[in-house]
Structure formats: structure tokens, C-alpha cells
């Protein structure tokens, strides 16, 4: 099984390279319906939209955790609302999938045609993550989406990220907050 994954991951980034992603997507602002920035009440709203999705808890950090989450016929065992140091804000979400490495190849295929080829790859032993990037006009910082592969742990994790977004605003707010 270790061999098999190493050679999984090899094939995977030898694809990446040459396959032709001229109609790619290049920018991002949320999760799916979810705008990034938006007050976590109404992420929390939009995503309770979704057919068989059940809110669980709200952590002591304020994340939201949610199960029967479907991402078309991809079902994750965990969705994760972020919220941002500006309290109240959605920053970012985590999808988690206990499931076979084909399920991350099919997932990993299908954002490859979407967005195009990664802009990080990066794998240690049987681990792997491609993360693909999208600028945000105004911010030194990016959005993200980061697919990661963890066989140890028997789990890989789909995030997005608005970190792009929401950082010069929390850049904003902090000097504000620190002058009075």
C-alpha cells in the first residue's frame, strides 16, 4: 500500500504539469454560496440551505461544525466554518473525508480542471497537499483552496480560504483598535 501511494503521488504531479488548464477559474470568494466575510450567523444560514446538512456545535473558538455535507456526489463526514480573528466573520472552511485515496484522486482531478494546475505541491513520505492560489486585488495576501492527503491519520481535508480577503481588513481593525 505505501509503494501504491508513492506511486500515486508521483503520477499525480507528473499529470499536473502536462495537462492544458487554459479555462481554469482564477479567482475565489467563498465556499461554494458561502462569501467569504460574511457574518458567521448567515454562513451558518446559507449552509443549513443545503439538503441533509445538520449543524453540531459551535467549538469554544466559535467554529461551527456540521455533518451531511455534500459536495455533488462527494460526501464529506465533517464540514468546519472558520471564524476570522474579526470576530463574527467567516474566514475560511474544512471539509473532512474518511475515505479511499481514490475519492481524493477523483476530488484532486476534478479541481485540477476547474481551477487548473496547482500553484503549491508539496509531499513528505505518504503525505501530499496541492493548494491552489488566487489573488486578491489590493492584498499581499491570498485565497486559497488546499486539498491534503493524510493516510496516517485514515482522513484527507478539502479547505478554503478567504484569507486573502479578510487580511488587510484585520490588518485594519487591529491598528485601529491599538491607537485608542
Known amino acids: 500500500m505505501k509503494n501504491q501511494t508513492r506511486y500515486l503521488i508521483s503520477l499525480l504531479?507528473?499529470?499536473?504539469?502536462?495537462?492544458?488548464?487554459?479555462?481554469?477559474?482564477?479567482?475565489?470568494?467563498?465556499?461554494?454560496?458561502?462569501?467569504f466575510g460574511i457574518k458567521m450567523e448567515t454562513?451558518?444560514?446559507?449552509?443549513?440551505?443545503?439538503?441533509?446538512?445538520?449543524?453540531?456545535?459551535?467549538s469554544d473558538c466559535d467554529n461551527l461544525y456540521f455533518t451531511g455535507f455534500s459536495m455533488g456526489v462527494y460526501k464529506a463526514d465533517t464540514c468546519i466554518l472558520m471564524e476570522s480573528p474579526l470576530k463574527g466573520r467567516f474566514e475560511s472552511s474544512k471539509l473532512?473525508?474518511?475515505?479511499?485515496?481514490?475519492?481524493?484522486?477523483?476530488?484532486?482531478?476534478?479541481?485540477?480542471?476547474?481551477y487548473g494546475n496547482p500553484t503549491k505541491i508539496n509531499s513528505e513520505e505518504n503525505n501530499i497537499f496541492f493548494r491552489w492560489e488566487f489573488p486578491v486585488k489590493g492584498s499581499k495576501y491570498k485565497n486559497s483552496i488546499t486539498l491534503q492527503n493524510i493516510?496516517?491519520?485514515?482522513?484527507?481535508?478539502?479547505?478554503?480560504?478567504?484569507?486573502?480577503?479578510?487580511?488587510?481588513?484585520w490588518l485594519q481593525y487591529y491598528s485601529q483598535k491599538n491607537k485608542k
Open 13 to 35: 504531479v507528473m499529470v499536473t504539469f502536462y495537462l492544458d488548464t487554459s479555462t481554469a477559474q482564477t479567482s475565489l470568494t467563498g465556499f461554494l454560496n458561502i462569501p
Open 43 to 58: 454562513a451558518k444560514k446559507l449552509l443549513l440551505q443545503k439538503p441533509g446538512v445538520k449543524f453540531i456545535r459551535q
Open 96 to 114: 473532512v473525508f474518511h475515505s479511499k485515496v481514490e475519492l481524493f484522486e477523483e476530488i484532486y482531478e476534478l479541481f485540477r480542471a476547474k
Open 151 to 169: 493516510p496516517a491519520a485514515d482522513y484527507f481535508m478539502l479547505s478554503y480560504s478567504g484569507m486573502g480577503m479578510l487580511c488587510p481588513g
